[in-house]
């Protein structure tokens, strides 16, 4: 049975293949369009699902959506109708949008299929899923357990913001729902806004800037913005937000509850308190998760979790959950957002519609690594007609010689095998660095990504190594879990250092690794195996072999406001934009130093930095 799961016209737009059970295929449209967090139907991700399933879209069984519009356009109505007259003017221009498009998602999604060719479609193969169960399905299903408590948190799908679920075996059980207009994710989309970022995208710029600040106004937001009870219950208070009806996430009581109003990112610098802000919203946010957790854990008895939903990605309340130990094992699917919805989209329509089985055991994710890959001769091919000079070595070679170049401490790009799919590089689309090296990560962020110098990096470690460096021993394969930097480690602070406030605390080593401890001495995780990826385990144990240290810098293949890298001419105009210094392609090697100059691109002067 082929199901292709979509997930579209909302934000970060996606398509799945699941082939008889089996993710085939995964990828958002972002990344062969180079519109970051695209929201166009993806006909480009769709397009490259068909090919690798080497199928048309008529051999398809089923196109499955990932969410429900009518339901949604229910929600939209009564939230309208309940703060009438109130929020008239974003009323007035979202209902032409769905009016004229939304609402008759099923004909427009059908048209869209149609107009692509390579084979007809029907219309009666299309399916619509909850968006909840679909981020559920996408977590669950391909986890390794055959049972587990599901955790989904997010802004907001139909109605549910927060659920959980049991899932077993093939079936998947939603039995109890947060809703709209109460929502964690949107709590913490609030202090996106307010703080300066862009909402939808800028959340993970909050959980990196938040340990710069201190937490102290953790109490005025559960007094005044969020209740919770003691088994994770929770509700808004709505007076301070505008989300409902308005066209911004908080409105003027919100302001004068923080004593300013939001910051112009334009016109305005962070400062110690835009940090304090950050602090605080995640701290809360923790606690949230944290009792939501305890509270299904002693109502299921369940030993454990499966987590999805855009709050999922936040790798530090990952991290505070595993360390309470609630959970013998928590599972979070990579593409935990929106896009992978689509995943979770078709394996519903599979497990649950069908009815068919489901072998548990196993990540069937496989290490996220769904998207496309390059033949040898089609990278060589590609590189030669973009003008790059490079050498072809074997294998070996090609991993001798970039483990030098990071040994050296140069910048290296990293394009190998398939494409990753999520927000996460994890050795495929990657650009890497010497954890070692103290001016590793301001070098990356503002020579090589053109991003907040505050912007913390994460580590590849082999998964045999990890305990050695931090306070963990588990699998991390796809860097959404936080932990700290074991003690021994650690170096020491001065008294003048300790005094230190805000991004002042950057410049501080903080470790051996000073390049990937962030400065409240935790790292975000990713581990290595060989049997998942066996030529980015080969390059770290060559790096270690030189070093005696078994990690890297790992961070995503892209300069700030792109998509990470796709194809081998991305790589290459990534390569001559920025201060990489080597990049290794398949079994080509690249210098700077022997391109031509005339290719090099300027990015720096497009980017303003704090």
Request: hydrophobic share 40%; with cysteine.
């Amino acid at each position: 049975m082929r199901i292709l799961g979509l997930s579209a016209l909302y934000h970060d737009s996606a398509a799945a293949l699941v082939v008889d059970g089996e993710i085939v295929a995964a990828a958002q449209e972002e990344r062969f369009t180079r519109r970051k967090h695209d929201d166009r139907f993806p006909q480009n991700a769709i397009a490259y699902c068909l090919e690798e399933g080497g199928i048309s879209l008529s051999d398809l069984d089923h196109v499955v959506f990932y969410d429900k519009p009518f339901l949604k356009f229910e929600r939209l109505l009564e939230t309208y109708v309940a703060f009438a007259p109130k929020g008239f003017r974003s009323f007035r221009i979202a209902l032409p949008l769905w009016l004229r498009e939304k609402l008759f998602q099923k004909d427009l999604l059908a048209g869209e299929l149609k107009g692509m060719g390579g084979g007809t479609f029907e219309a009666s193969k299309l399916l619509f899923t909850e968006h909840h169960l679909s981020h559920a399905a996408s977590a669950f299903f391909p986890s390794p357990f055959e049972e587990a408590l599901v955790l989904t948190l997010d802004g907001v799908g139909e109605w549910a913001t927060t659920s959980a679920a049991i899932g077993k075996g093939n079936q998947l059980d939603i039995f109890k729902e947060v809703h709209f207009p109460h929502s964690l994710g949107l709590l913490y989309s609030a202090f996106t806004y307010y703080t300066g970022f862009k909402v939808n995208s800028g959340e993970y710029k909050v959980m990196g800037l938040a340990p710069y600040g201190e937490p102290r106004f953790v109490q005025t937001i559960l007094d005044h913005l969020i209740d919770v009870k003691e088994d994770g219950s929770y509700r808004l208070n709505l007076d301070y937000f505008d989300y409902c009806t308005g066209l911004t996430m908080t409105n003027s009581r919100f302001d004068a509850l923080f004593g300013a109003p939001p910051r112009r990112p334009d016109k305005e610098v962070l400062t110690p308190f835009h940090m304090d802000l950050a602090a605080s919203v995640q701290k809360v946010t923790e606690i949230v998760v944290e009792k939501l957790a305890r509270g299904l854990q002693k109502e299921t008895g369940q030993r454990k979790l499966c987590m999805a939903g855009g709050v999922a990605l936040n790798c530090v309340a990952n991290g505070v959950l595993h360390r309470l130990g609630l959970f013998d094992d928590i599972y979070v699917q990579p593409a935990a957002g929106d896009a992978g919805g689509a995943v979770g989209a078709a394996l519903a329509a599979y497990h649950i519609h069908h009815g068919k089985p489901r072998t548990s055991g196993k990540d069937r994710m496989r290490g996220a690594y769904l998207g496309p890959v390059f033949a040898q001769a089609d990278i060589e091919r590609r590189l030669t007609e973009a003008g790059a000079v490079f050498e072809v070595l074997d294998e070996d070679t090609l991993v001798d010689e970039t483990a030098r170049a990071l040994a050296d401490e140069k910048a290296v790009g990293w394009f190998q095998g398939r494409m990753e799919f999520g927000p996460r590089a994890l050795g495929g689309r990657s650009i890497l660095g010497d954890p070692r090296s103290p001016t590793m990560q301001k070098t990356l962020n503002l020579k090589v990504k053109y991003r907040e110098s505050f912007r913390p990096f994460a580590p590849s470690v082999l998964r045999e190594h990890v305990a050695d460096y931090f306070e963990y021993d588990a699998d991390s394969p796809y860097m959404l879990m936080v932990a700290p930097v074991v003690e021994s480690r650690r170096r020491p602070m001065t008294a003048e250092q300790e005094a230190l406030f805000g991004i002042e605390k950057l410049n501080v080593p903080r470790s051996d690794i000073p390049a990937v401890t962030h400065v409240d001495y935790s790292a975000r995780l990713q581990t290595v195996t060989a049997d998942v990826a066996p030529r980015y385990h080969a390059l770290i144990s060559r790096f270690r072999d030189l070093t005696g240290c078994p990690l890297v810098v790992n961070t995503s293949f892209n300069v700030r406001g792109e998509p990470i890298v796709c194809t081998p001419e991305d790589a290459f105009r990534c390569f001559m934009g920025t201060d990489i210094e080597v990049l290794a392609v398949g079994n080509c090697l690249l210098r700077k130093e022997r391109q031509d100059p005339a290719l090099k691109l300027n990015y720096e002067t497009a980017f303003e930095l704090d």
